[in-house]
């Protein structure tokens, strides 16, 4: 294949005006389709819309037509077994940040799990529970029923003990947050999640991380230590900490080393041989079962003070109804969590989507994950997302389809109901320090600051702005503080455009900025400006403004000079001041003439100017009689280049038509190129064309504006930069 610089095409064509462009080429005609007409659409309902409804609310119906018993079935089991495995084992942990019994946790990798599998589009993420939303569920649980002092005033509570207090406010959470999911993806708003960057949600996860290591610290240490919530809850954590540290547990704090190194080290063999291993080691399960056995043997618990999970029920208790008041008191907490969850869930199965050639559908998972969280919260369920090293897992392990996932919600059922007595001697130091091993790649996220503030600043003030609020004002805030620094970073960048002058590439019908090229020609009499943004209501003055800075002077001031001028010099004229001479209008008297500062008539001066009644032209490029001055206009033609420009709002339009009659009353011809024809046609609706401003101005392109400037004001001298026109019956052709 040839490379690009070696080969060189030729145009020709005529030369091309919006309006000469529209009368040789015939549109094709659209019919407008009212409100009313998309309504209509929306609800018609044909047997064809029935079925693609059904099975868009049902994917599971897709996929299992396609299902490959014979490829496929093996692998899901190996797959199912080994994530419910691990599921098991990150369900006890993760519900400990939620500041709830443990085996609740395994709740949330079964009820979900079996909605999922008939709602859900990915067919290898892993859903179940997620240390952030833990963790945030967990921060909502503390503050309604705390360790130390009175829980809030919740009429359900009365009876209840702590526990089944915390339960309540955990489940009726879920629920709450069941719905919001559930009612977004009714409302098809799946692209909600598209307003949290990839930057915001790194630096969200990386403040999560370090909240769920301090959490975390009171298991590894083996201390007693309360739990706090709001802002600041992570130095008053910390605070409570360091003044027990002389109380740690020893037995604690070995045990958590002990697997920690272990887990890491057999981490780092997964990945570096991943490509030979038939699946990867699931050391966190080995180990669980080595800590049981051990904490049973020498009876951890009672000899050695260690906390332990203790008793786990093998049955399924009754499903619960959620709690009004809790919904109210919690409403502002729950909507986050939605959001979070969901946006962690998609951006995971937007991976695994794309590795495996399939799509997705974001309504739908929302609908998925809400059904999910309902059903879970209904039986006493975490809030579910998926947890990413829990994929992992399954899509390594040669996952195929949600089958996988079903089967490891069956290994779960058989914890639950057959074998869960078996963990519980499991030290909860154990399951710390599982939890604080996987944060590795979240807490690892942070080595992208330096690369973030090379390449992108405000995408790094937005990283370390929401991970710095995340941190220190709680995860619901922190959400919050990230996505106003988000906005913000939009708004900057579209308030405050990087404006340029164009110039041409010699020899070609290129234009580039004219700061970086060296080879590069500047039409002489004529300015080329671009502005790579929409034109709103925000940014209007700042694009007038720069506008200004590009060609050199403020034409509005000039106008206003040139009126007062004119006025002047009629005025001398009439009290004989003034003759008309062989070399134009001279002054009678040698006296200065003083300049008068009456402003009093503003709105006449913004007027186009008024040349009847003067016996000669105005050249405003020569010395005017009188000392009269008015500031020199050193172009003849402006191009604006709208090619980046998307749209305008009605205060774009009011002020970009008020910049264009500010540069034709001076006497600069103005031209518009590459602009988006919706954009032409919005224009004609809102009236924005007159006597001054006509359809003419807009040009296909720069160059087709820049032949039509030199056709009329012939360049004075010879280009030395080979820029060559061949004019032939009204065509060209540009040659280098």
Same mark, same amino acid.
């Given at each position: 294949?040839?490379?690009?610089?070696?080969?060189?095409?030729?145009?020709?064509?005529?030369?091309?005006?919006?309006?000469?462009?529209?009368?040789?080429?015939?549109?094709?005609?659209?019919?407008?389709?009212?409100?009313?007409?998309?309504?209509?659409?929306?609800?018609?309902?044909?047997?064809?819309?029935?079925?693609?409804?059904?099975?868009?609310?049902?994917?599971?119906?897709?996929?299992?037509?396609?299902?490959?018993?014979?490829?496929?079935?093996?692998?899901?089991?190996?797959?199912?077994?080994?994530?419910?495995?691990?599921?098991?084992?990150?369900?006890?942990?993760?519900?400990?940040?939620?500041?709830?019994?443990?085996?609740?946790?395994?709740?949330?990798?079964?009820?979900?799990?079996?909605?999922?599998?008939?709602?859900?589009?990915?067919?290898?993420?892993?859903?179940?529970?997620?240390?952030?939303?833990?963790?945030?569920?967990?921060?909502?649980?503390?503050?309604?029923?705390?360790?130390?002092?009175?829980?809030?005033?919740?009429?359900?509570?009365?009876?209840?003990?702590?526990?089944?207090?915390?339960?309540?406010?955990?489940?009726?959470?879920?629920?709450?947050?069941?719905?919001?999911?559930?009612?977004?993806?009714?409302?098809?708003?799946?692209?909600?999640?598209?307003?949290?960057?990839?930057?915001? &949600?790194? =630096? %969200?996860?990386? /403040?999560? !991380? *370090?909240?769920?290591?301090? #959490?975390?610290?009171?298991?590894? @240490?083996?201390?007693?230590?309360?739990?706090?919530?709001?802002?600041?809850?992570?130095?008053?954590?910390?605070?409570?900490?360091?003044?027990?540290?002389?109380?740690?547990?020893?037995?604690?704090?070995?045990?958590?080393?002990?697997?920690?190194?272990?887990?890491?080290?057999?981490?780092?063999?997964?990945?570096?041989?991943?490509?030979?291993?038939?699946?990867?080691?699931?050391?966190?399960?080995?180990?669980?079962?080595?800590?049981?056995?051990?904490?049973?043997?020498?009876?951890?618990?009672?000899?050695?003070?260690?906390?332990?999970?203790?008793?786990?029920?093998?049955?399924?208790?009754?499903?619960?109804?959620?709690?009004?008041?809790?919904?109210?008191?919690?409403?502002?907490?729950?909507?986050?969590?939605? &959001?979070? =969850? %969901?946006?962690? /869930?998609? !951006? *995971?199965?937007?991976?695994? #989507?794309?590795?495996?050639?399939? @799509?997705?559908?974001?309504?739908?998972?929302?609908?998925?994950?809400?059904?999910?969280?309902?059903?879970?919260?209904?039986?006493?369920?975490?809030?579910?997302?998926?947890?990413?090293?829990?994929?992992?897992?399954?899509?390594?392990?040669?996952?195929?389809?949600?089958?996988?996932?079903?089967?490891?919600?069956?290994?779960?059922?058989?914890?639950?109901?057959?074998?869960?007595?078996?963990?519980?001697?499991?030290?909860?130091?154990?399951?710390?320090?599982?939890?604080?091993?996987?944060?590795?790649?979240?807490?690892?996220?942070?080595?992208?600051?330096?690369?973030?503030?090379?390449?992108?600043?405000?995408?790094?003030?937005?990283?370390?702005?929401?991970?710095?609020?995340?941190?220190?004002?709680?995860?619901?805030?922190?959400?919050?503080?990230?996505?106003?620094?988000?906005?913000?970073?939009?708004?900057?960048?579209?308030?405050?455009?990087?404006?340029?002058?164009?110039?041409?590439?010699?020899?070609?019908?290129?234009?580039?900025?004219?700061?970086?090229?060296?080879?590069?020609?500047?039409?002489?009499?004529?300015?080329?400006?671009?502005?790579?943004?929409?034109?709103?209501?925000?940014?209007?003055?700042?694009?007038?403004?720069?506008?200004?800075?590009?060609?050199?002077?403020?034409?509005?001031?000039?106008?206003?000079?040139?009126?007062?001028?004119?006025?002047?010099?009629?005025?001398?004229?009439?009290?004989?001041?003034?003759?008309?001479?062989?070399?134009?209008?001279?002054?009678?008297?040698?006296?200065?003439?003083?300049?008068?500062?009456?402003?009093?008539?503003?709105?006449?001066?913004?007027?186009?100017?008024?040349?009847?009644?003067?016996?000669?032209?105005?050249?405003?490029?020569?010395?005017?009689?009188?000392?009269?001055?008015?500031?020199?206009?050193?172009?003849?033609?402006?191009?604006?280049?709208?090619?980046?420009?998307?749209?305008?709002?009605?205060?774009?339009?009011?002020?970009?038509?008020?910049?264009?009659?500010?540069?034709?009353?001076?006497?600069?011809?103005?031209?518009?190129?590459?602009?988006?024809?919706?954009?032409?046609?919005?224009?004609?609706?809102?009236?924005?064309?007159?006597?001054?401003?006509?359809?003419?101005?807009?040009?296909?392109?720069?160059?087709?504006?820049?032949?039509?400037?030199?056709?009329?004001?012939?360049?004075?001298?010879?280009?030395?930069?080979?820029?060559?026109?061949?004019?032939?019956?009204?065509?060209?052709?540009?040659?280098?």
């Amino acid at each position: 294949m040839l490379r690009p610089s070696t080969q060189r095409y030729s145009v020709t064509r005529p030369l091309y005006s919006e309006d000469t462009f529209e009368d040789e080429h015939a549109k094709v005609y659209r019919k407008h389709k009212r409100l009313l007409d998309h309504f209509i659409q929306y609800f018609t309902c044909t047997s064809e819309r029935a079925k693609n409804t059904a099975v868009s609310l049902l994917p599971i119906i897709g996929w299992m037509k396609i299902y490959s018993i014979k490829d496929w079935l093996l692998n899901d089991i190996v797959s199912g077994v080994s994530t419910g495995l691990v599921a098991v084992l990150q369900g006890l942990a993760y519900s400990l940040l939620a500041s709830i019994s443990p085996w609740y946790g395994l709740y949330a990798a079964f009820f979900p799990v079996i909605m999922y599998f008939f709602l859900g589009t990915s067919r290898h993420i892993s859903v179940g529970a997620f240390p952030v939303l833990s963790l945030m569920v967990g921060a909502v649980v503390t503050r309604l029923v705390p360790d130390e002092g009175l829980p809030a005033n919740i009429t359900a509570f009365e009876g209840l003990t702590k526990d089944e207090q915390r339960i309540l406010v955990s489940a009726s959470l879920t629920f709450l947050v069941g719905l919001f999911q559930l009612g977004m993806g009714l409302l098809q708003v799946g692209f909600i999640v598209m307003y949290l960057s990839d930057t915001l &949600i790194s =630096g %969200f996860t990386t /403040a999560a !991380a *370090v909240h769920i290591l301090v #959490s975390q610290l009171k298991f590894v @240490l083996g201390l007693t230590v309360p739990g706090f919530s709001g802002p600041l809850s992570i130095i008053y954590t910390l605070k409570s900490l360091f003044t027990q540290i002389t109380s740690t547990n020893i037995h604690d704090l070995v045990t958590s080393i002990v697997v920690m190194v272990m887990v890491l080290g057999v981490k780092e063999i997964n990945d570096r041989f991943k490509s030979k291993l038939p699946v990867p080691i699931p050391i966190e399960v080995i180990m669980t079962v080595i800590a049981c056995g051990v904490s049973y043997a020498f009876n951890f618990s009672e000899n050695h003070g260690v906390d332990v999970v203790g008793k786990i029920p093998n049955t399924f208790e009754s499903p619960i109804a959620p709690s009004l008041q809790v919904f109210q008191m919690t409403a502002v907490e729950a909507f986050p969590i939605a &959001i979070v =969850g %969901f946006s962690v /869930a998609f !951006a *995971v199965a937007k991976v695994y #989507s794309v590795k495996h050639d399939y @799509l997705i559908d974001g309504n739908q998972e929302l609908i998925a994950f809400g059904a999910s969280n309902i059903f879970g919260g209904a039986f006493k369920s975490l809030a579910a997302s998926t947890a990413l090293s829990r994929s992992a897992v399954q899509e390594s392990t040669g996952g195929k389809t949600q089958i996988a996932g079903l089967l490891s919600a069956l290994i779960v059922l058989v914890v639950i109901l057959g074998i869960g007595f078996l963990l519980e001697p499991l030290p909860k130091s154990v399951l710390g320090a599982v939890v604080i091993v996987n944060l590795k790649g979240m807490l690892m996220q942070v080595v992208t600051v330096p690369y973030l503030w090379k390449k992108d600043r405000p995408d790094c003030i937005v990283w370390v702005g929401t991970c710095l609020a995340a941190i220190f004002l709680g995860l619901d805030l922190g959400l919050a503080v990230g996505l106003g620094l988000e906005l913000l970073t939009v708004v900057f960048r579209a308030q405050f455009p990087r404006c340029c002058v164009l110039a041409n590439i010699s020899g070609t019908d290129i234009y580039r900025d004219r700061k970086d090229y060296v080879n590069i020609y500047e039409p002489e009499g004529v300015k080329i400006f671009r502005i790579p943004s929409p034109i709103f209501f925000a940014n209007i003055d700042f694009f007038r403004d720069k506008l200004k800075d590009a060609v050199g002077f403020n034409p509005l001031r000039i106008l206003r000079k040139r009126n007062k001028a004119v006025k002047k010099i009629k005025k001398m004229i009439k009290k004989g001041e003034l003759t008309l001479t062989s070399n134009g209008l001279q002054a009678t008297c040698s006296m200065p003439i003083e300049e008068s500062e009456d402003e009093s008539n503003m709105e006449d001066l913004d007027k186009p100017t008024d040349y009847s009644d003067l016996p000669i032209q105005v050249n405003w490029s020569a010395d005017l009689p009188a000392n009269i001055r008015v500031p020199p206009v050193n172009i003849h033609s402006l191009i604006l280049d709208f090619s980046g420009v998307s749209f305008l709002d009605i205060s774009a339009l009011k002020g970009l038509k008020a910049a264009l009659k500010e540069f034709i009353r001076v006497s600069v011809d103005v031209y518009i190129v590459g602009c988006d024809p919706y954009i032409i046609e919005k224009l004609r609706n809102c009236k924005f064309f007159d006597d001054e401003i006509k359809t003419s101005i807009f040009f296909l392109t720069i160059h087709d504006a820049m032949l039509f400037i030199h056709e009329s004001h012939p360049p004075k001298t010879v280009n030395t930069y080979r820029f060559y026109f061949y004019w032939s019956n009204n065509r060209y052709k540009s040659n280098s």
